[in-house]
C-alpha cells in the first residue's frame, strides 16, 4: 500500500495562488488521485480528483479555479489553486484508490489559508 505525503501548503492573500503536491512512495498508475480539505468541525469535501485516464472531476465550488493534475513517473499529482478565496481555507489532504484491489490511502494533509 502507497504512502503519500502532501507539501505546499500555506498561508496567500485572497486572489492568490498555491500549487499543493502529493508525493506518493511507489508507483500511483493504477490509482485515481482525489484532493479533499476539511474544516473544524465539518466534513470532508471533494475538492477535485483525477483518475488513471486521466480525467479530472471538480467541485462547483473551485471549478474553474483550480486544475488538478498528475505525474506518473514522478509518483506525483498536483493541485495548482488560483483566485484563492477565504472559503478555500482548510486542511487539504489527497487521496490515492485503486479499484481493482479497493485499497485506499490518506496523506496527513497540508494547510491552507487564504487571508489577509
Known amino acids: 500500500q502507497i504512502q503519500l505525503v502532501e507539501s505546499g501548503g500555506g498561508l496567500v492573500q485572497p486572489g492568490g495562488s498555491l500549487r499543493l503536491s502529493c508525493a506518493a512512495s511507489?508507483?500511483?498508475?493504477?490509482?485515481?488521485i482525489g484532493w479533499y480539505r476539511q474544516t473544524p468541525g465539518k466534513q470532508p469535501e471533494l475538492v477535485a480528483t483525477?483518475?488513471?485516464?486521466?480525467?479530472?472531476y471538480y467541485a462547483p465550488s473551485v471549478q474553474g479555479r483550480f486544475t488538478i493534475s498528475r505525474d506518473n513517473p514522478k509518483n506525483t499529482v498536483y493541485l495548482q489553486m488560483d483566485s484563492l478565496k477565504p472559503e478555500d481555507t482548510a486542511v487539504y489532504y489527497c487521496?490515492?484508490?485503486?479499484?481493482?484491489?479497493?485499497?485506499?490511502?490518506w496523506g496527513q494533509g497540508t494547510q491552507v489559508t487564504v487571508s489577509s
Open positions: 487521496n490515492a484508490f485503486q479499484l481493482s484491489s479497493r485499497l485506499t490511502s
Open positions: 511507489g508507483s500511483i498508475s493504477s490509482y485515481s
Open positions: 483525477i483518475n488513471t485516464g486521466p480525467s479530472a
